[in-house]
């Protein structure tokens, strides 16, 4: 069993995936195929490339990104999630069907399109605009003309504990910064609920925190000035090796469009 299994594979499911990664909770995100974002020509706000920058390219550092975290991919689309079938006595429902008893501690199965069920201790929705699979956890769907949202709590917790949902499913605003925020918000409040030891995002120089007599709070280290540069020049070869070459597929166009 996973210890965090992400519906979808884009900004805001993969900001969640390394955040939780890093943290050491085995997650895997299931890619129901291209994000929404690729089909945006130039992301311009995003803060850090001054330029803007092709979404596609953004997408796929992002991966590389969460890879590099650990997080496991699998290509597919969920079509049900459901508590683990346990306690639930003779002659009930399904655990994720009315009138059952699921055990929510157990964790949830997700039924895939053409694949073998997965499970996980804990399931965040990110997959903007597919959430019919959650719809025998019964979460809180809202309907918006042909959209669905999931009420969420500040943390993006919804109303059955241990699933979340994250981005543009949450309501949050159609900005890939904003889901990308999101999505690292609702990473740790999964760290949060899986009781690790408090979590920093940090990599520090030498003596920061031991030269000053502390010990180096969990989740982040301290590097000695080649260690620094080591890993900045890494860094820069990364994104030299992303940007030798011009994106040349044209971005995806809305299904509704006409491109003949």
């Known amino acids: 069993m996973r210890d965090v299994c992400i519906v979808g594979g884009g900004v805001a499911g993969l900001a969640a995936s390394i955040f939780t990664a890093r943290a050491g909770l085995d997650t895997l995100v299931v890619d129901g195929g291209e994000s929404i974002l690729a089909r945006n020509a130039s992301l311009e706000n995003y803060p850090g490339f001054p330029d803007g920058v092709d979404a596609r390219r953004y997408l796929e550092l992002t991966r590389e990104q969460a ?3 650990g997080v496991e991919f699998e290509l597919g689309r969920v079509t049900r999630a459901k508590p683990v079938d346990s306690a639930v006595p003779s002659g009930s429902r399904d655990a994720g069907e009315p009138g059952g008893q699921p055990d929510l501690e ?7 399109e053409g694949g ?12 903007w605009s597919d959430s019919d699979y959650l719809v025998p956890l019964d979460v809180g769907r809202t309907q918006r003309g042909s ?16 699933v979340y949902a994250a981005g543009r499913l949450a309501d949050e605003p159609h900005q890939a910064i904003v889901a990308a925020g999101h999505g690292a918000k609702v990473g740790l409040a999964v ?3 899986s009781e690790i030891n408090f979590y920093h995002d940090w990599v520090a120089p030498e003596g920061y925190f031991t030269g000053r007599d502390r010990e180096v709070p969990p989740g982040c280290e301290e590097i000695d000035d080649e260690e620094r540069r080591e890993r900045d020049d890494q860094a820069r070869e990364t994104i030299r090796e992303a940007f030798a070459e011009p994106v040349d597929e044209r971005p995806t166009m809305h299904p509704s469009v006409d491109r003949d």
Do not use: M
């Open 116 to 127: 073998e069920p997965l499970d996980a201790r804990r399931l965040i929705a990110a997959s």
């Open 191 to 193: 760290i949060h609920d």
């Open 67 to 69: 890879r590099n975290a």
């Open 106 to 112: 157990q964790g949830f199965v997700l039924e895939t």
């Open 147 to 162: 959209k669905h949202f999931v009420s969420v709590d500040d943390a993006g917790r919804t109303a059955v504990a241990g």
